[in-house]
């Protein structure tokens, strides 16, 4: 048995027909764990919907009727990128509900995680890049509206630009802190934007290849920029740079991870190299981080466009195996 719960419904598959996005990679995850003997069924738990109450604590009204009632413009419908259906929306719900249920085990067990979310594209008004709504958003104002924690920090480790996240939280913050110190070992800089100050109550990290999607970028508290094709060592120093600089910075009571799989080098949608072990490497980074801190933590898969879909589904397995490493040590 798990240390931790794993959150997970066959009804995470996102209707949307044959396209880049591979939504039946929940399902193999799923059966993956199990078939593979790394989790048994008593480790699931079924996630229920979210509330259109918990959606509306970060998405607008207007937003949110236009999804219920199917009247979104042609030109929004463009922008999501996937193909608008009320069943898309039910299985957007229910990651929402799913990345909330992540978090309240977390909060109980120290880890929380979903076999889906990670949907951090999506903006208070519209959705965009595969995103309909912002699940982790969701589930972090949840829990704060419930009174179970005050702050959160976003760890976004997806190959694109955490957009959503940082328009989200974005709250007053001012930029101008100062730069976190290069990594020895790093011989390519990454250009890092950092705007500490006045965080609010929402801490968001993202590391990100900088020739990518989305090409606006609004400011996260740390964005790394990081250049084309950068491998595991590079990324893994700036990791934990900025993992050590977000935690100088700020204490929070939930760490929400966003654990895509797209930074891999045979990803169709990236522009990094990283390999499946690196993949793994930062994954037991973050975790011991974590761990040594005390921090609970929430996990979300998000995006993985790998040539052939069985790596993307080892690479979230992966992430499993190192939170049952990390955390049963
Ligand atoms: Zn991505």
Request: net charge negative; glycine share 8%; charged share 20%.
């Amino acid at each position: 048995m798990l240390p931790f719960k794993l959150v997970y419904s066959d009804d995470y598959y996102l209707p949307i027909g044959s396209h880049v996005f591979p939504a039946e990679k929940y399902k193999r995850i799923h059966d993956r764990l199990l078939v593979s003997g790394i989790a048994e069924p008593s480790d699931f738990v079924t996630p229920r919907p979210a509330s259109d109450e918990d959606v509306l604590l970060v998405h607008t009204p207007q937003y949110v009727e236009k999804l219920k009632t199917g009247t979104l413009s042609a030109r929004e419908q463009m922008e999501l990128e996937v193909p608008f259906s009320p069943a898309l929306v039910k299985a957007f719900w229910l990651a929402a509900g799913g990345s909330i249920l992540a978090a309240d085990h977390a909060l109980n067990d120290g880890v929380g995680i979903s076999i889906g979310g990670g949907f951090h594209h999506a903006f208070p008004d519209h959705g965009e890049g595969f995103c309909m709504i912002h699940d982790v958003a969701i589930a972090i104002r949840r829990m704060q509206r419930d009174g179970k924690i005050r702050t959160a920090m976003t760890v976004d480790c997806d190959v694109h630009q955490g957009n959503g996240t940082a328009a989200i939280f974005a709250g007053t913050r001012t930029a101008n802190e100062p730069l976190p110190s290069v990594p020895p070992s790093t011989p390519t800089p990454a250009k890092t934007k950092m705007r500490g100050g006045d965080t609010g109550d929402v801490f968001t990290i993202s590391l990100h290849q900088e020739n990518n999607y989305p090409a606006w970028k609004p400011p996260s508290s740390i964005d790394i920029d990081l250049p084309d094709e950068i491998g595991d060592d590079e990324y893994l120093a700036w990791l934990d740079n900025a993992l050590s600089s977000g935690l100088r910075q700020f204490d929070p009571e939930l760490l929400c991870y966003i654990a895509g799989a797209d930074p891999y080098r045979e990803d169709q949608l990236g522009g990094l190299s990283l390999s499946i072990d690196g993949l793994k490497k930062r994954d037991e980074l973050l975790f011991r981080v974590a761990k040594v801190r005390g921090i609970p933590v929430m996990v979300t898969l998000a995006g993985g466009y790998a040539r052939n879909v069985e790596d993307t589904v080892t690479i979230h397995c992966n992430t499993v195996i190192a939170a049952t490493e990390v955390f049963t040590n």
